[in-house]
């Protein structure tokens, strides 16, 4: 952010893609609080996904619908809602309203826990 210099610049926060191995994926909650310390107030928006390690021969991870996989909706939601009500979140490479209905939930039930609107 630094060498882009612009104030009208902010980050689209998508954790998943930032999942690549297996470290990354076990300790996703210390790599989401990490990436909001460092992106903070920069961070305008994030997509809501989620992701699984597959047993495969070689590290294979899949993107899959939130509530489905490993990403910490906890931490996720808890670290973004210290943004502020305007940051928005948005659901991503579902198929079908059914898939994107049960998604919505998982996200809202997550953030009801812990006492945060959505």
């Known amino acids: 952010m630094k060498a882009i210099d612009r104030t009208a610049c902010g980050v689209h926060f998508d954790p998943v893609n930032i999942i690549n191995s297996p470290e990354r ?13 460092k992106l903070g107030s920069q961070i ?3 997509h809501a996904k989620d992701i699984i390690l597959s047993e495969k021969l070689t590290v294979h991870l899949d993107e899959i619908a939130p509530g489905q996989g490993h990403l910490d909706y906890r931490v996720f939601l808890a670290e973004m809602n210290k943004l502020g009500p305007d940051v928005p979140i948005m659901l991503e490479h579902l198929k079908g309203e059914d898939a994107y209905r049960a998604a919505a939930t998982h996200v809202r039930s997550v953030g009801d826990e812990l006492g945060i609107e959505l």
């Open 25 to 37: 994926y076990f300790r996703n909650a210390d790599l989401l609080r990490d990436s909001f310390s």
């Open 44 to 46: 305008v928006s994030c």
